[in-house]
């Protein structure tokens, strides 16, 4: 997917981007019917005792639904990542972040670099809606513009990769009221820079998920800040990287997906 120079004057200027249909119809759902096979393989019921990773992700989904991987490695997001980031890009994350009804639970301000932080900060998270999302069931809200500002220090809370799945990372801001909600429609796709503050408030509809996929794309040669700088392991996409066990990493799926 190529993105219009006012697209890409947006995302500078707010660190954001919405795009409108990336997937529908048959193709949005089946996809959606491979991510809940895969859901209800592994996850119980939604149970407010329990922790936001155990009610709300399921990861590394590619591994669980060809759907997703075709999209993952080669669907139209991979071609935004290539204008955001470079021309050499990996997979760093793929996952479902589900807020299901019932989970009325809100995410504080946080930058998705503050979790697993990458150099250089250049990475993007895509989140792919596979409901509508509104301020009822429990959207984004983001604050534009402020991934100009950059990393916001959180290493106290946080000294190794391993910490960061647990940690909470959360943040206070200071210009709340600007605060913008990311509505979309089942099959739009948020674009969100690495340093973009965002929150998610419960869901409070009574009868309706609010289900993501999440993908998030990096430098082909990002490396984990808080994990001595390795380099973050993940599908190489497009282009080439330094890094021999970057260009190995889950090539066998590459073959499957070439084989048939
Ligand atoms: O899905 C949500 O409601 C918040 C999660 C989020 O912002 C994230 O995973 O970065």
Known sequence: MKLTSQQLER??????????????????????????????????DFDPEATW?????????????????????DGPLVGVAEHLVGPNIKGATSQLTFKLKGNIKPFGWHQDNGYGQLDPATAISTLTALDDADIENGCLWVLPGSHQAGQVDVSDRLS???????????????????????QLSAGDAAVLHCHLLHRSE??????????????RYADADAV???NARQPRLGPLLR???RYPEVAAFERELFAENETS
Not at 12 to 37: I, N, Q
Not at 54 to 70: A, G, T
Not at 202 to 215: K, V, W
Request: glycine share 6%; hydrophobic share 40%.
């Open 224 to 226: 984990e800040v808080y």
């Open 160 to 182: 190794t990769e391993a910490k960061a799945a647990g940690a909470d990372l959360s943040v206070e801001v200071d210009r709340e009221s600007d605060a913008v909600p990311v």
């Open 11 to 44: 995302f500078t200027e707010d660190g954001y981007l919405v795009l409108k249909r990336v997937l529908s119809g048959e193709r949005l759902a089946k996809l959606t019917e491979e991510c809940m096979s895969a859901w209800f393989a592994e996850k119980e």
């Open 202 to 215: 419960g869901n409070l509809s009574t009868d309706r998920d609010r289900r993501i996929l999440f993908l």
């Open 53 to 73: 990773l155990q009610n709300s992700l399921l990861p590394d989904i590619h591994h669980r639904s060809r759907l997703v991987r075709d999209y993952y490695f």
């Open 239 to 241: 282009g080439k990287t």
